[in-house]
């Protein structure tokens, strides 16, 4: 980050203040979000960010094991980022590495500040996120796709987590970096953001920033986030919406047979 | 679609951390109060009463509560109790003492062993969810025969009914006996044909379980099955 040389084809930010992709600084990539995506998962998501593919999955709370990580108190949020094989351009050797630990335990804690734990005791909340194809953001997406999951699977939080990152490049700072902004760019902050109370659960820095710079790419990102936020609650009402919309069919059968009456 | 705006404003849905309301005083289940508001802790359908506003959730462990009636599975034997599974969080040990039987100390796999089906009552959750549940009260016992069907326990008092309106109607039309356990685990028995209608009844409540006119559904599907197997 910062050191990388730019290959002389690559224009981050051109005459226009365009970015790579055609983005203007403070425009994000197309998010979609699905809830309940998959059966055997107690919940589940599945996000679709620019061209990131995230699946997160949420088993529990369930027993916890092994036994000696149990809190007699509360629940453990135990979350594992792991990256498909094929989501990278190289082949990524697959298993754990360094990242995906750290990203792992950021998000964890991340999750851990919004959920009630305290009504689970000895129990562990398990949330496993899947990259199944990486293009620059994708502990930002797999935290949100996580914190849908979650909602998905019944479990009781006090809010969503919402996330998005910002990031410098070209002395210009910009919200929510694609993967040429990542590698090529000055800096890059990925933000967890709780919408209804203003905290910052999740907050990492690469790069070198101003005091300035980093103040401007905060609320960059946190407005990102609230745009993340919207599309995250519009995705689990709509995951129940539609079946409401089904079961309606024949209910309005039975309201035309009794106007017939 | 249209017609859908009506029915949602009927059933809200909200998601954790949405605002319902203003007065602490009137949060109940599903929701949590913070600086002297009320807001949505799962997600769920909005139910507001005049005292209470509550989240009922869409889906969700079970929880065991004080009372519940559940089936259970036997997992695990030790010489004075039995390890039952009841679907939830937690291991719920049955102690010997909490039998209808008199058993010595480590002739507990003479009475019951790993798979049994159990009908129980959970007598006491305490501060850090530790279970006891026991066999010794009217009509708990173990169950021998029929079949288990699992549903998600946030949809057993759909499975119900009001004042058993709905499982009264699977009882009397499939003639099979069954006992909807507070776990989401159901038991039932009676001849094939008949568990079978009940089980796929049991399945389309749960696949509708927050449509509105779901008694009269129910009672179209098992009216057109009965006169498919007759």
Not at chain 1, 128 to 151: F, K, P, W
Not at chain 2, 82 to 92: G, H, K, Q, R, T
Request: hydrophobic residues 40%; contains cysteine; negative net charge.
């Amino acid at each position: 980050m910062g050191g990388a040389p730019i290959p002389a084809d690559v224009k981050l930010i051109d005459e226009n203040g365009r970015r790579a992709d055609g983005r203007l600084p403070d425009e994000m990539r197309p998010l979609k979000i699905e809830a309940g995506v998959l059966a055997r998962a107690d919940g589940s998501a599945y996000v679709e960010w620019g061209m990131n593919k995230i699946m997160a999955a949420v088993y529990g709370p369930r027993e916890c094991h092994p036994r000696h990580l149990q809190n007699p108190e509360r629940a453990l949020v135990q979350c594992t980022y792991n990256m498909a094989s094929f989501s990278v351009e190289d082949r990524k050797r697959p298993g754990p590495d360094r990242r995906s630990h750290e990203i792992s335990k950021i998000i964890s804690e991340a999750l851990t500040h919004v959920v009630f734990t305290e009504y689970f005791p000895r129990t562990s909340i398990d949330v496993y996120i899947e990259v199944l194809q990486a293009n620059a953001g994708t502990r930002c997406a797999g935290l949100t796709a996580a914190s849908v999951a979650l909602a998905d699977a019944g479990v009781p939080m006090r809010d969503l987590v919402a996330s998005c990152a910002a990031g410098k490049v070209a002395e210009t700072m910009i919200v929510d970096l694609a993967k040429e902004e990542d590698n090529f760019g000055q800096a890059d902050i990925p933000v967890g953001y709780v919408p209804r109370t203003g905290e910052i659960v999740l907050l990492q820095m690469d790069g070198d920033l101003t005091n300035d710079q980093f103040t401007k790419g905060i609320s960059l990102a946190i407005d990102g986030c609230k745009k993340v936020y919207d599309i995250q609650r519009d995705a689990l009402k709509r995951r129940y919406a539609v079946r409401t919309v089904d079961a309606d069919i024949p209910q309005s059968g039975i309201e035309s047979g009794k106007e017939g009456i | 679609m249209q017609s859908s705006d009506s029915k949602e404003s009927a059933r809200e849905i909200v998601v954790p951390g949405e605002l319902l309301g203003t007065d602490p005083r009137k949060a109940g289940p599903g929701t949590f109060t913070e600086n002297g508001k009320v807001y949505a802790a799962q997600l769920g359908i909005k139910s507001a009463r005049p005292d209470e506003i509550s989240v009922v959730p869409l889906s969700g462990q079970y929880m065991p509560m004080r009372g519940d009636l559940v089936v259970g599975k036997i997992v695990d034997i030790g010489p004075s109790n039995w390890l039952v599974d009841i679907n939830s969080p937690y291991p719920a040990p049955l102690h010997v003492t909490e039998v209808p039987w008199r058993v010595e100390f480590g002739e507990t796999s003479k009475f019951m062993t790993v798979g049994d089906i159990v009908l129980l009552k959970v007598v006491d959750v305490d501060e850090i969810k530790r279970i006891s549940v026991s066999m010794q009260d009217h009509g708990l016992r173990k169950l021998t025969g029929g079949m288990v069907v699992d549903v998600s326990p946030s949809k057993v008092p759909r499975v119900i009914g009001r004042n058993g309106s709905m499982i009264q109607m699977l009882k009397n039309d499939t003639g099979c006996r069954i006992y909807v356990g507070q776990n989401g685990r159901i038991w039932i028995d009676g001849d094939l044909d008949n568990i079978v209608r009940a089980m796929q009844a049991i399945k389309m409540i749960e696949d509708e379980a927050h449509s509105l006119g779901l008694t009269e559904k129910v009672k179209r599907y098992l009216e057109t099955s009965s006169r498919k197997g007759a």
